[in-house]
Nanobody, 124 residues
């Protein structure tokens, strides 16, 4: 399983970005996909996750109401729409995959496959 995260960039506080996590394999739709982030000098933290069908979605409290995760299995892509961005959202964002995709875990070592990360910088 190879994941490709993209969509990061520099944005002002209050702005929006949409991250994408793409996979070229046929089994993508069977995985739970999560987004984690890691700010400089901090540990990697859970952001959001979605099960294979999209039936279960979970967010960290810090992003609830501002971020939205969704997936398009036909395009083998999961999206993270980030609105009302704050400087504290600045981090490298990683997508990760866990099989089977029926449940959601919020700890990073539950995920077997990781993308390379995309940098999000929010200026004040």
């Amino acid at each position: 399983v190879q994941l490709q995260a993209s969509g990061g960039g520099l944005v002002q506080a209050g702005g929006s970005l949409r991250l994408s996590c793409a996979h070229s394999g046929r089994t993508f739709s069977t995985y739970t996909i999560a987004w984690f982030r890691q700010a400089p000098g901090k540990e990697r933290e859970f952001v959001a996750a979605i099960t294979w069908s999209g039936g279960i979605i979970y967010y960290a409290d810090s992003v609830k109401g501002r971020f939205a995760i969704s997936r398009d299995n036909a395009k083998n892509t999961v999206y993270l729409q980030m609105n009302s961005l704050k400087p504290e959202d600045t981090a490298v964002y990683y997508c990760a995959a866990d099989f089977p995709g029926y449940t959601i875990a919020t700890i990073s070592n539950a995920y077997d496959y990781w993308g390379q990360g995309t940098l999000v910088t929010v200026s004040s």
